[in-house]
């Protein structure tokens, strides 16, 4: 059974860093990415923020790249989030994803991450 446990969000200041990690179990991924939600966002409409496949290979929402960095330990199936110059439109419900080499995907639950004075 496959299970996505995100870890990390809280409240930091406009410009700060953060980093969030996600844990995943039961399977192997042959990718694992972060998409997140902002507040009063209808429905299941999440916005890439970044994934990286098992050879290492990125992708980056383009709000977001150039600010953050995306990593991966396969061995530990644990992937990481390091997030900088954070801005208020950062402030969103995080969510880790994985994609089984079978093409099955999985979420977390999501952590908060609010971005504010």
């Known amino acids: 059974q496959v299970q996505v446990a995100e870890s990390g969000g809280g409240l930091v200041q406009p410009g700060g860093s953060m980093r969030l990690s996600c844990a995943a179990s039961g399977s192997q991924f042959f990718r694992m990415g972060w998409f997140r939600q902002a507040p009063g966002t209808p429905g299941n409409q999440r916005e890439l923020v970044a994934v990286i496949t098992t050879e290492g290979t990125t992708n980056y929402g383009r709000s977001v790249k150039g600010r953050f960095i995306i990593s991966r330990d396969n061995a530990e199936n644990t992937m990481y989030l390091q997030m900088t110059s954070l801005q208020p439109e950062d402030t969103a419900i995080y969510y880790c994803?994985?994609?089984?080499?079978?093409?099955?995907?999985?979420w977390g639950k999501g952590t908060l991450v609010t971005v504010s004075s």
């Open positions: 994803n994985v994609v089984t080499w079978g093409r099955s995907s999985y």
